[in-house]
C-alpha cells in the first residue's frame, strides 16, 4: 500500500494546477477506504437489520462512497435510514452550491438502506430508480444536512421507499422516490 | 494496516479504522481542488456555451467536484454535454457496485450543461429535479462510462434534458432526465 | 345542440360492435357536461381558494374531464385537495383493471388544486410533471378511492405536491408527486 | 338548459345541473365498449404480439378506457406501440386545456403495449410506475395528437419504455417513461 499521494492522472487536472501559478493554490484532501468486497461478501448470510447493526457498530466498515463524500454517518430503524453530511467545499459545482448528484448520493443511500433493513437473510435488492427533486439549494453555510428515508411500500417483488433532504431546523432542501426489484432466492 | 495519518476527522472513520488490526490495509487517495467561487463569478457576464469552453480549455477550473469523484472529463456541444469517468473502488456501495449517487453525479452534470450550452449572457438555471433508470450494475470491470445529455425542450421558463449513461461498447447502464427552470434577468 | 347520442365516428369503434352479432352485447353510457371556457373565464378575477369553493358549491359547473371519467366529488382544503372515483367497467385497461391513466388523472387533479388552494388572484400555475407510482391493480372490487394530495413546498417560482390514492379502508394503491411553475403577473 | 336525463347518477352531478336554469345548456356523449373480462382472458394463451394484432384487427375488442376517452386508434410493431387520439371538449381540465391525465392514459398505453409487443406467450407484465414532462398545452385547436413509444431495455425481470407526445406536424407536447415488472410462469 503506497503511502504517497497517489499521482492523479486524468487528463489535465494535477499538472493544470501546478502549470498555473497566479492561480489559487489548490485545496487538498485525503481519505481512506476499505476493500468493499468485504461488505458485500459479509451481507450473504445476514439479513438487512444485522448487515446494518454491524455496519453501525463498526464490525463492518462503510462503504468507500461514504469516505469519499466524507459522510458524517448513518442511523437505521426498522424501515428506515438516515445519512448525515456536512457539506463542504469539495461537494461543489460550478454554480457555487452542493452539487445534485451528491444530494442524490444520500438520499439514494437512505431510500436503499430503509428498503434493506426490512429484509430476511438471504433476500437481496436493487434499485431500479430514483426520482429527485431539489427545492432550495444547499451550501457550506446550510450546515449538516440529513437525508431521512421510510419505506412507503414493502411488496413481493418490489418496494418503494421516500426520503427527505433536511438541514438542523428541519428545513426542506430536497425529496426522493425509489422503487426497488426485491430477489428471493431461487 | 496502514498508520497514515488520515486527514479525514468525520466522527468514527479514522478511529474506526486504527482499532482494528486485522482489518484490510485501508486504501488512500489524495486530490485537489480550486476554488469554487472563482467559477461562479466567471459565469456571471458570459453565455453558458463561452463558460462551458473556458472550463474545456482550462480557462477555468472544473468544479470540485469533478475532482472528488475523479471525473475522467467533460466534452461539450451546442445543446449537448458529455461526462467521463473510470469506475474506481472508491466509487462502490456496500452492494459492490458504484453507487446510484455517481451515476446521479454524472448524468445530472450532463443534463445541466446541455442546457447551459444554450443559454445566453445574463440568463441562468437551475435543476429541478432528476429522475433517474439503473439498468445494469457499473463496476471496475465496466470500464470507462460516458453520460451524454442532450435539451429535448427549451421554453422561456423551462427545460427539459435527457440522458444515457454508457459504456465504450454502447451499453446502456442507465437514463436520466431533468426539468431545469431558466431565469432571465428581471 | 344536438340531443341525439352523439355517433361515435372514431375508427372502427361503434362499427365494429355493430357488425358483429356473436359478440357480448356491448355496454353503453351517457353522460354530459358544460362549457370549459366559463371556468376558465372565472378563474380570472378569483384566487385558487375562491376558485375551487365556487366549484364545490356548485357555482361553477365542475370540469368536463370529471365527467367523462365520473368522478364522484372532490373536497378542497387549504394546500391541500381529495378527488373520489368509484371504479367502473368503463375505467377498464384490457389487463383487466382500471387504466393507470384514470389513476394518473385523479393524482393530477389532486395535486393542482392542491397547489391552486394556496394561489392568490392574478397567480397561476401549470403542472410541469407527474410520476406516478403504481403499488396495487384497483378494480371494480376495489370500490370507491380517494387521491389526496398536499403541498410539500411552495417557493416563488415552483411548488410541489404529493398525492396517495387509497381505499376506504385506508390501503394505498398509488402515489404521485407533481411539481408547478408558479407565474406571477408581469 | 337540457333536460336529457343523466345516466350518470353520482352524487352531485345530475342533480347540479338540473338545478340552474341559467347554465349554458350541458353537451352530451354516448359511448359504448364490450366486456373487459374476455380480452383478459383471451391474452393467457397468447403472445404480445398475437394479443396486440388481434386486437388492431378487431378479432379482439379494444379496452373499455379507449372508449371512454374516445381513441382514434393505435397502431404496434415489434417493440413500439402508438396511440391517437384528437382532443375533445369532454377531455377538458378547469384550466380550458386538455387533462394532463388524457396525456398521461395515451402515454402509459403506448409505454405498456411497446413492452407487452416483446413478450412471448405466458410472460406478463404491469407497469411499476409513469414519469410524465408536460411541455405545453394540448387544446381543441391541437388536433390530432399521437403518443409513440419504444422498449429502452428488456431485462429478465424489469422492462423500460419511453414515450412522446406530438401532433401532427411532429412538435413535441409531453414525454413519459415507464418501468414495468416482467413476469415468468413460476
Known sequence: MTTVPEADTTAGSAADVAADPVREPARQRTFAWEDPSAIAAAGAGRSGAEM?????????????????????????????????????????????????????????????????????????????????????????????????AGVTHLGRRTALAEGRLTDAAGRLYATAISSCLVMHPA
Open 52 to 148: 446494518l447493526a454491524a455496519w453501525q457498530t463498526g464490525t463492518l466498515p462503510p462503504p468507500p462512497i461514504m469516505r469519499t463524500l466524507d459522510f458524517d454517518g448513518a442511523t437505521f430503524g426498522e424501515g428506515s435510514a438516515a445519512f448525515r453530511l456536512t457539506p463542504r467545499e469539495f461537494h461543489y459545482n460550478p454554480l457555487g452550491t452542493v452539487h445534485g448528484g451528491v444530494l442524490a448520493t444520500l438520499l439514494d443511500s437512505a431510500c436503499g438502506c430503509a428498503v434493506h433493513s426490512l429484509l430476511p437473510a438471504g433476500v437481496f435488492y436493487t434499485s431500479l430508480d430514483l426520482t429527485l427533486k431539489f427545492l432550495r439549494p444547499v451550501t457550506i453555510q446550510t450546515g449538516q444536512i440529513t437525508a431521512e
